[in-house]
């Protein structure tokens, strides 16, 4: 009954606040913030989950009552997440710069990802040396991990960082060990980000060719993801290589469409980049008088959101169109052009960024020539030595790894064809409704690939434990949302019905494998909580008990 009660308070105080409040968020904010609770981090979570932001109307996993710091930090990294996407970045970074206090000593990857976000927050207040710091310690926990797809995120805001900061030719660098990355994790959507950022320093480089041959590539795989903001982040940045060819009109053509979609989204930032390359291609076709509208709402854009990079690049360019018929209004322009500029870049800046590559260089790139000239021949033995034996073991590990992938994609091939087998073949009595999916279905690779980790993790989890979707979720860093629906629509069926007939092809192995192995045995390796339901689920798709299959075979 007091938790009733309390609970009701808390609903009326959250709602009573919403209503003399202009943004909700703010509102749940404070009110978590003077009394912190787990009542009121749920109403903040609701309000997140009610407006698409989140996956889940509760951020904390499988634990009913976690710590309460855990609580405090997750609602600080989530509100960090959202003044990110709203660009209310002052806001962002003081609730992520709360969380990372919080999350020092929770799991490696969760400290990661709120350095990531404040290194993003970060870049886009033009804090380019508190954005590397965060960003380096970030690239250092994911190689610890070994993911390649955070190392490639890790890399490509490297990148972006570096360009943003003027120095474009050692972001070139990062942006190139990104793609190798996204590569080698297998995820379009990753590589399409990768190659947009490739794209946009090869334009800074003024290499407009190979830019635009990034941006292609992005945009090509972009149109088959279905990500429409995506798509038009990339379509802004062709835009942006047509106007450095002079090739103004077809940059006008792609601006037109893209500029509505930014304005009808919100994304002010996205809408003030786009202005700008507006007002560049308008002017090269002779249309000064449109264009510096266009590049005056940008620089509104920018002082309101305190984008200080953009609003300098619009400030530029309203100084050269203004430079012949109104020089004093043009210098205005270029003062405002060299206050910002001098606020982006400071000595001390530079200095950070060329001792942040310094040491960043030795470890990811080792390219250290003068120290290479100074080893004398005994170190130059060793090296060759440790080379060939490096080579030695490459090999050895290139096959070992060749031969578990055929041993994986063969148990993969025949997972699916029972699953097809079931599904096709489905006897009247079975009383489970499955799925309708075409015989014929073809996996990319990428989906082989994730299948084929799913089987890993639940195999590894059947020898300690009960399989839940649950726990196969949490370890693919995903929510349970997620994984049914990308299951579902590799396979047909849902990843309960998926991890099942895994447990299933599993406790078949046994059973032929094993036969000094009781059914109750064999049932417990499998995953099963007990024999009873092992056998009913193995009899309703196999069509036979273990005990009758063991005889037949």
């Not at 929770?106 to 040396?129: F, I, T």
């Not at 041959?213 to 795989?221: K, M, P, Q, R, T």
């Not at 210098?331 to 942040?356: C, G, N, P, W």
Request: proline share 3%; glycine share 4%.
């Amino acid at each position: 009954m007091k938790y009733f009660l309390r609970t009701v308070i808390c609903i009326g105080f959250v709602m009573l606040s919403m209503s003399v409040s202009a943004n909700p968020v703010d509102s749940l904010l404070g009110i978590f913030d003077r009394k912190p609770s787990m009542e009121h981090a749920d109403a903040f979570f609701a309000y997140l989950y009610e407006n698409d932001f989140t996956d889940e109307p509760r951020m904390y996993r499988n634990t009913p009552t976690p710590p309460l710091d855990t609580v405090k930090a997750l609602v600080w990294y989530w509100a960090g997440e959202w003044y990110y996407a709203t660009q209310e970045y002052p806001l962002a970074e003081q609730n992520l710069l709360r969380s990372l206090e919080l999350m020092k000593h929770a799991d490696k990857v969760s400290y990661s990802d709120n350095l990531a976000m404040l290194g993003l927050v970060e870049m886009r207040q033009s804090k380019y040396e508190e954005a590397l710091k965060y960003m380096h310690q970030c690239y250092e926990l994911d190689v610890e991990g070994g993911d390649p797809e955070r190392i490639c995120s890790s890399l490509n805001t490297i990148a972006g960082t570096l360009m943003a900061a003027g120095n474009p030719a050692e972001g070139m660098k990062y942006a190139l060990r990104a793609i190798e990355y996204a590569k080698q994790a297998g995820n379009p959507v990753r590589l399409a980000v990768v190659y947009g950022m490739a794209s946009e320093i090869e334009y800074t480089l003024r290499e407009d060719e190979k830019a635009l041959c990034y941006a292609d590539s992005a945009c090509l795989i972009e149109a088959t993801t279905g990500n429409t903001h995506k798509m038009m982040v990339r379509l802004s940045q062709k835009a942006t290589i047509l106007n450095g060819l002079k090739r103004f009109e077809e940059a006008q053509t792609i601006l037109k469409e893209v500029i509505p979609f930014f304005r009808k989204s919100g994304d002010q930032l996205s809408l003030a980049i786009t202005l700008n390359k507006m007002g560049i291609a308008l002017y090269g076709l002779g249309r000064s008088d449109e264009a510096l509208k266009q590049l005056y709402e940008a620089i509104e854009i920018c002082q309101k959101i305190g984008n200080l990079d953009n609003e300098a690049y619009a400030q530029r360019e309203v100084y050269e169109i203004l430079f012949k018929k109104n020089p004093e209004e043009a210098r205005l322009h270029m003062e405002r052009y060299h206050v910002l500029k001098d606020s982006l870049y400071s000595r001390a800046t530079a200095e950070q960024i060329a001792r942040f590559n310094a040491e960043f260089q030795v470890g990811e790139f080792a390219v250290e020539n003068s120290r290479l000239k100074q080893r004398d021949k005994i170190f130059g033995c060793i090296a060759i030595i440790v080379a060939v034996l490096i080579a030695v073991v490459a090999v050895i590990l290139s096959r070992v790894y060749r031969k578990r992938r055929k041993v994986v994609e063969d148990q993969l091939n025949a997972l699916m064809d029972e699953i097809n087998r079931f599904k096709t073949q489905e006897p009247k009595n079975v009383s489970v409704e499955m799925p309708e999916v075409k015989p014929d279905k073809k996996l990319s690779t990428t989906e082989r690939r994730f299948l084929e980790n799913i089987m890993d993790a639940t195999v590894e989890m059947m020898k300690d434990e009960t399989v839940t979707v649950e726990k196969i979720a949490e370890k693919l860093y995903m929510t349970s949302k997620t994984l049914n629906r990308k299951v579902m629509d590799m396979t047909g069926i849902s990843t309960k019905q998926y991890l099942l007939f895994i447990q299933l092809e599993q406790s078949r192995k046994l059973l032929i494998q094993q036969p000094e192995m009781s059914v109750l045995e064999v049932s417990l390796k499998c995953g099963f909580e007990n024999a009873n339901t092992f056998s009913t689920a193995f009899k309703r798709v196999y069509n036979i008990s273990p005990t009758e299959f063991r005889r037949q075979v």
